[in-house]
């Protein structure tokens, strides 16, 4: 596995860091107080990646981010109303 460091100065670090994304790479990803590790949520072996990059045990689940409500119903399924409200 070969490291990048971007810089969030760079204009293109965006597009990069989507392009490794969609390849099925890793990004770290720097928040207030941790980094995240994000990926293809839906590529398998991307997904695999982020459990073997973290040492991660597979019955601890990962969190998928998605752009709104309307995409809930496409990954999860019994949803009760109260996720709605």
């Known amino acids: 596995m070969k ?8 204009p293109i670090t965006a597009q ?4 490794i994304i969609k390849n099925g790479g890793l990004v770290a990803i720097p928040t207030e107080t941790v980094y995240g590790l994000g990926a293809n949520g839906l590529d398998e072996n991307a997904v695999a990646k982020i459990f073997e990059a973290k040492g991660r045990p ?9 752009c709104g409500a309307e995409q809930i119903e496409l990954f999860c399924h019994h949803i009760p109303q109260k996720a709605y409200d």
């Open 58 to 66: 597979q019955d601890n689940p990962l969190i998928l981010h998605i």
């Open 16 to 19: 990069t860091a989507a392009d």
């Open 3 to 10: 490291t990048q460091f971007l810089s969030a100065d760079n």
